[in-house]
Nanobody, 125 residues
């Protein structure tokens, strides 16, 4: 499956962005999905995950209450709504797909099989 992210950009602290990740190639609803981010000089960090049917979601502690992950299986797309952005949210955000038959996402990036190229999010203070 191929993944392409979009929606990144420059935003002021307190602002919002919505990232999209569109999948192609296989049946999207068969894949649990996740969002990760990586800032310069830092390790990749788990942001959020969502189960195949969208019912189960999980968030990293640093984004809980501010970010929302969702998916539209009819559009082969997973979203990350980011509100109340902070300068420390600045990073390259990547989506990832977890191969079936696993149902839920994971906080471990090694559990994912396919990755997008990433989209830059920059939050100014």
């Amino acid at each position: 499956v191929a993944l392409v992210e979009s929606g990144g950009g420059l935003v002021q602290a307190g602002g919002s962005l919505r990232l999209s990740c569109r999948a192609s190639g296989r049946i999207f609803s068969s894949y649990a999905m996740g969002w990760f981010r990586q800032a310069p000089g830092r390790e990749r960090e788990f942001v959020a995950s969502i189960s195949r049917n969208g019912v189960g979601t999980y968030y990293g502690d640093s984004v809980k209450g501010r970010f929302t992950i969702s998916r539209d299986n009819a559009k082969n797309t997973v979203y990350l709504q980011m509100n109340n952005l902070k300068p420390e949210d600045t990073a390259v955000y990547s989506c990832a797909a977890r191969r079936p038959p696993l149902y839920s996402g994971s906080i471990d990036d090694r559990e994912y099989d396919y990755w997008g190229q990433g989209t830059q999010v920059t939050v100014s203070s």
